[in-house]
């Protein structure tokens, strides 16, 4: 399973981008989709994930500026992201939950390479 990520780029605070992230390969379902980011010198940290129903969850740090979505059908993932601070900045990297196969219950998890989100002052 690979997971593409686009969207990410330079932007004025106050600004926003959006994030794709799309998944191909062996899927027979997708559980749950996800951003996280990492900050140079820090460790990677949730920043909000969709489950396959829609149920949503963020963290506290984005919450009213960010929001998540999907398209089940395109099993793609998108992040939009207003009123973006310095702060922000970071590379983001797309997770997924995945059911590979109708025969196997088995979950994997799966990352992006990452995409840069650099919001200047």
């Known amino acids: 399973v690979q997971l593409v990520e686009s969207g990410g780029g330079l932007v004025q605070a106050g600004g926003s981008l959006r994030l794709s992230c799309a998944a191909s390969g062996s899927i027979f379902s997708i559980n749950t989709m996800g951003w996280y980011r990492q900050a140079p010198g820090k460790e990677r940290v949730l920043v909000a994930t969709?489950?396959?129903?829609?149920?949503?969850n963020y963290a506290d740090s984005v919450k009213g500026r960010f929001t998540i979505s999907r398209d089940n059908a395109k099993n793609t993932a998108f992040l939009q992201m207003n009123s973006l601070k310095p702060e922000d900045t970071a590379v983001y990297y797309c997770?997924?939950?995945?059911?590979?196969?109708?025969?196997?219950?088995?979950?994997?998890?799966?990352w992006g390479q990452g995409t840069q989100v650099t919001v200047s002052s």
């Open positions: 997770n997924a939950l995945v059911r590979n196969s109708l025969h196997s219950t088995q979950l994997s998890t799966y």
């Open positions: 969709i489950t396959s129903d829609g149920s949503t």
